[in-house]
């Protein structure tokens, strides 16, 4: 049985998927890879089946797709990832110690860096670290839980949007988490370029609210394609 299983969700994400899955193939820590593809129109699912890769099949959306991948999982460890991000070399062992040293954490993620080389990524990267400090982190930064844990939070709900807040948020009430600051994970600026820095900041605030206000994930989501297409100023 793999220690840790790292579970993915993709949809054609062939320009960065083999970077990470290169990084992952370099960690020594007995692990397994399993890819959750949502339709892929490129050659992502052939990319994952060379790196030796579990390919799953799912409809489009994170919520689900991840759901997916971690019922099929066996490692004792949960790593969720996003597939433009780049890991960090020992990053696997790094989890593996956290858990191993602190028997209360019920899991944790990773401190999280921008790539981006503008003054917005370097605020990002801040930002992100400022309300970790609180408890608050997203998909985005590698959750990982332990598999107990998380089938006794019920795991993810496979909604539209805000699967990795409504999970944080259940995973933080249940007990102490670990945040990795050494190795942190890199993650891509793609999704900001050329937007608006009010309207991203106002966007998340918006929906974080309306998801306290019960508003359904699907609506949620459409509102934040809607935003993330929005004209660049």
Known sequence: MSDISVVLCTLDEAPVL???????????IAHEVICVDGGSRDNTVSIATNYGCRVLSSAPGRGQQL???????????LLFLHADCRFPRNGLRA???ALARRAEFVGGNFRLLFDGDDDFSSWLTGFYARIRARGFYYGDSG?????RVYRALGGLR???LMEDYDFVR????????ACIEDPPL?????????RRRWAIVAGWLLIHALFHLRVPPLMLARLYRSARHERPG
């Open 18 to 28: 083999g970077g990470l899955l290169a990084d992952l193939q370099d960690e020594d």
């Open 67 to 77: 759901s997916i991948g971690a019922a099929a999982a066996e490692g004792e460890v």
């Open 95 to 97: 989890v593996s110690t």
């Open 143 to 147: 959750i990982f839980v332990r598999r």
């Open 158 to 160: 496979p909604i539209a």
């Open 170 to 177: 259940r995973m933080e009430r249940a007990g102490n988490t």
């Open 186 to 194: 890199v993650t891509s600026s793609r999704r900001f370029r050329r």
